[in-house]
Nanobody, 125 residues
């Protein structure tokens, strides 16, 4: 079974950094993409970044461009989200999700095939 394990969340002051990891296991297919999503209290879940394994393409939401960097270690089937210059509005539960194929524009929850459990990111002002 495909499993995604997200980790790396925590409490950080505004302006600080965190690195999230998403370890994927249970599959050998090499054409997939992994997205990072977040959901703040009272808000809908949104995708903040995505990376495709085959096409080496990436996506960033406007709200995180220039501050977040997504990368992957295909040998480890692990995707990282380096988050710098964190703001209180980045506070949310962060999830990683896998889709067979490249990153898609504005994915819905149903577009993603597998989800990991979330990791809490809290940015204090």
């Amino acid at each position: 079974d495909v499993q995604l394990q997200a980790s790396g969340g925590g409490l950080v002051q505004a302006g600080g950094s965190l690195r999230l990891s998403c370890a994927a296991s249970g599959f050998t297919f090499d054409d997939y993409s992994i997205g990072w999503f977040r959901q703040a209290p009272g808000k809908e879940r949104e995708e903040v970044s995505c990376i495709s394994s085959n096409y080496d393409s990436t996506y960033y939401a406007d709200s995180v461009k220039g501050r977040f960097t997504i990368s992957s270690d295909n040998a480890k089937n692990t995707v990282y989200l380096q988050m710098n210059s964190l703001k209180p509005e980045d506070t949310a539960v962060y999830y990683c999700a896998l889709d067979w194929g490249p990153c898609v524009e504005n994915p819905t929850d149903n577009d993603m095939d597998y989800w990991g459990k979330g990791t809490q990111v809290t940015v204090s002002s």
